[in-house]
């Protein structure tokens, strides 16, 4: 054990580093505990185009590599091990790890989420080389080019839409022959001239080498196996976020953290929450950076509030 924190952060994406980079500025001498998978979803990427301030573009993971040594110049100390468990019963809150318990007045809790995968062959190996996981962050890269969408919920049929302004055309491979997707955005897919849907199939490889160039289908109904060509396959298939650790000890929306409006406050005074965690709407590196902002600030005033009090 040892002296109590002001603040720990809990995981080191775009929000938690930037909550770092503002509590430091703070002089709360934050603890950053950023998982042995630091960096978050940048860390999956390739080329960033649309991180406002680079003109020419940034590698995601140089990205997170500068705010890190940012966040680290004014004074955050970084653990990189795994949070084991959080106590959160009562202040000061403890917050473990293998190797040691750390004793703090606040938390910000920015552990990110992840993009439900496909785990098929091809799939990781060609992620950021013409798979993807996000449209707005990568659809511009393939203009005038076949598409793949994966899904069938709102995700799968906002992203294909979205794609249509680029892509020449853009299939959506569904597992059923119905969308879960809501009334209105099927409609509005259904009747994009660009847009055209493989029913009852999954995709059981990608192909390519360094690029990708289709994948391997398999029609679930019939069995009957088959190829298609594509410049981009977008995996639209949910997301899952890294709320494992608070599941009891926070209000959770769908496996999400909730926070009050317009605030990052959490259902535990003094617990703060940031970035895709929270957000299941944005979920883009801007987003999760403002949110880190806020949660710094909404931090630093509550603690200040504490010592008023
Ligand atoms: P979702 O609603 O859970 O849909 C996931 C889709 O992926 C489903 O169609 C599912 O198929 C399919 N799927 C799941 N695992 C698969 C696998 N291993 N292989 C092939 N297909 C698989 O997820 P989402 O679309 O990301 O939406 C998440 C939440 O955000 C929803 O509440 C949604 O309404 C909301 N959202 C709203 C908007 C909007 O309103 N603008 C936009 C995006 C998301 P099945 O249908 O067969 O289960």
Redesign the pocket.
């Known amino acids: 054990m040892e002296d109590i924190r002001d603040v720990i952060i809990v995981g080191a994406g775009p929000a938690g580093l930037t909550a770092a980079i503002y509590t430091a500025r703070a002089n709360l001498a934050p603890l950053m505990i950023e998982g042995v998978e630091a960096g978050g979803q940048l860390m999956l990427t390739t080329e960033v185009e649309n991180y406002p301030g680079f003109v020419d573009g940034i590698m995601g993971p140089e990205l997170m590599e500068s705010m890190r040594k940012q966040s680290q110049r004014f004074g955050t100390e970084i653990l990189t091990e795994n949070v084991t468990s959080v106590d959160l019963a009562e202040r000061p809150f403890k917050v473990s790890t293998a190797s040691a318990s750390h004793l703090t007045n606040s938390i910000i809790v920015s552990t990110g989420a992840k993009a439900?995968m496909?785990?098929i062959p091809g799939e990781r190996e060609l992620l950021g080389h013409g798979v993807s996981t996000c449209a707005t962050c990568d659809g511009f890269f393939f203009r005038d080019q076949e598409l793949l969408v994966?899904?069938?919920?709102?995700?799968?049929?906002?992203e294909a839409t979205f794609l249509t302004k680029f892509a020449s055309k853009v299939t959506v491979v569904?597992?059923?022959d119905?969308?879960?997707?809501?009334k209105i955005?099927q409609d509005r897919a259904r009747s994009n001239p660009k847009i055209e849907f493989l029913w009852d199939t999954?995709?059981t490889e990608v192909t390519g080498d360094g690029k990708v160039t289709g994948a391997k289908t398999k029609n679930l109904k019939t069995g009957e196996e088959g190829t298609i060509a594509a410049g981009g396959i977008f995996v639209?298939?949910?997301?899952i976020p890294n709320t494992s650790l608070f599941e009891g000890k926070l209000d959770l929306i769908?496996g999400y953290i909730r926070t009050q409006p317009g605030s990052t406050a959490t259902s535990v005074k003094g617990v703060f929450a940031a970035g895709d965690v929270v957000d299941?709407?944005y979920r883009q590196a801007i987003t999760a950076a403002g949110m880190g902002c806020q949660a710094a600030i909404d931090a630093e005033r509550w603690l200040e509030s504490q010592h008023d009090a």
Not at 236 to 239: M, P, Q
Request: a positive charge; hydrophobic letters at 35%; proline letters at 0%.
């Open positions: 439900r496909l785990d994966v899904g069938g919920g709102d995700s799968a049929i906002e569904h597992r059923r119905s969308l879960r997707a809501s955005m999954v995709l639209a298939i949910g997301h769908e299941y709407k």
